[in-house]
């Protein structure tokens, strides 16, 4: 089993003053090494129009039964993150996904982090059920790779169908904490 403290050190960072749910969280890590099978490219850029992000964001939430005001919540709270965590936020070509990601360690003078934890990994929902979520993780793990990261830490609800979707992508689980919102 591989140390679990990165995997915790990153929920205590997104989390620093969660209040415990009933449910839990899997939190999960695969190396950024290991083979990927062979799926469609896609491109990662920066993501600059954080007014489109929050359109699409709505979207996605409105899946969930989430409102527009707590779906901005959201954007807003990715926002606060890319100061605070170093959080990078990433967008596929012709905005068919997107996904963000901070180092772990978070110093500004960590040039290769080493481990890094994704978050808010998201094929929006005009691109779902066409193979799309398989070629963004692809595309995360090699930009991850690239960044000198050796590990990719995710977290998923207990809940939630991710949890075994990233489990059948070579993802592992290493801890189990309670689901902080």
């Known amino acids: 089993m591989t140390d679990p403290t990165p995997a915790l050190a990153s929920e205590r960072l997104l989390f620093p003053d969660g209040r415990p749910g009933p449910l839990g969280k899997t939190l999960l890590v695969r190396s950024t090494q290991e083979p990927w099978p062979t799926v469609r490219r896609l491109r990662l850029r920066p993501l600059t129009d954080w007014a489109r992000y929050e359109q699409l964001r709505i979207e996605v939430e409105a899946g969930f039964g989430v409102g527009p005001e707590p779906a901005r919540a959201m954007v807003a709270a990715l926002r606060e993150r890319i100061v605070r965590l170093r959080l990078t936020m990433?967008?596929?070509?012709?905005?068919?996904?997107?996904?963000?990601w901070f180092p772990w360690p978070t110093r500004a003078d960590c040039a290769r982090p080493g481990w890094a934890r994704l978050q808010e990994v998201d094929v929006f929902p005009a691109h779902r059920g066409q193979g799309f979520g398989d070629a963004l993780l692809a595309a995360a793990l090699e930009h991850l790779a690239g960044c000198g990261?050796?590990?990719?830490?995710?977290?998923?609800?207990?809940?939630?169908?991710?949890?075994?979707?990233?489990?059948?992508?070579?993802?592992?689980?290493?801890?189990?904490?309670p689901l902080s919102r």
Do not use: K, N, S
């Open 90 to 100: 990433l967008i596929a070509d012709d905005d068919i996904g997107a996904l963000g």
């Open 149 to 177: 990261v050796h590990t990719a830490i995710i977290g998923a609800d207990e809940d939630d169908w991710p949890l075994d979707w990233y489990r059948r992508r070579g993802f592992t689980a290493v801890a189990r904490v």
